[in-house]
Nanobody, 122 residues
Framework: QVQLVESGGGLVQPGGSLSLSCAASGSIFSINVMVWYRHAPGKHRELVAAITSGGSTNYADSVKGRFTISRDNAKITVYLQMNSLEPKDTAVYYC????????????????WGQGTQVTVSS
């Protein structure tokens, strides 16, 4: 019923920038929080950035000052602007939408995107 599609990943040189997008479709009434995670080889999945329905944001210490998360409720889309990229940022990035209220449903659900590869290398 709900599908999340990610885009924007790719190969970039250190110091470069990328912008990720995650667009949701379906009978969605509201979304409490939108989150970006990443999973690098040999490491556990980590939270990169989150944004609530009220616009409050939270970032991992490793990306503060470099990444910016934003959301467009009308388009049901969350974005991640990544600047000053470093090799350590190389990972598969996953979009998550939590506390999703569907039309004609009594409980909330969580959904995940398919993941998009970000590689930072010279």
């Amino acid at each position: 019923q709900v599908q999340l599609v990610e885009s924007g990943g790719g190969l970039v040189q250190p110091g470069g920038s990328l912008s990720l997008s995650c667009a949701a479709s379906g009978s969605i009434f509201s979304i409490n929080v939108m989150v970006w995670y990443r999973h690098a080889p040999g490491k556990h999945r980590e939270l990169v950035a989150a944004i609530t329905s009220g616009g409050s944001t939270n970032y991992a210490d490793s990306v503060k000052g470099r990444f910016t998360i934003s959301r467009d409720n009308a388009k049901i889309t969350v974005y991640l602007q990544m600047n000053s990229l470093e090799p350590k940022d190389t990972a598969v990035y996953y979009c998550n939408m939590a506390g999703v209220r569907l039309m004609n449903r009594r409980r909330d659900y969580d959904y995940w995107g398919q993941g998009t590869q970000v590689t930072v290398s010279s």
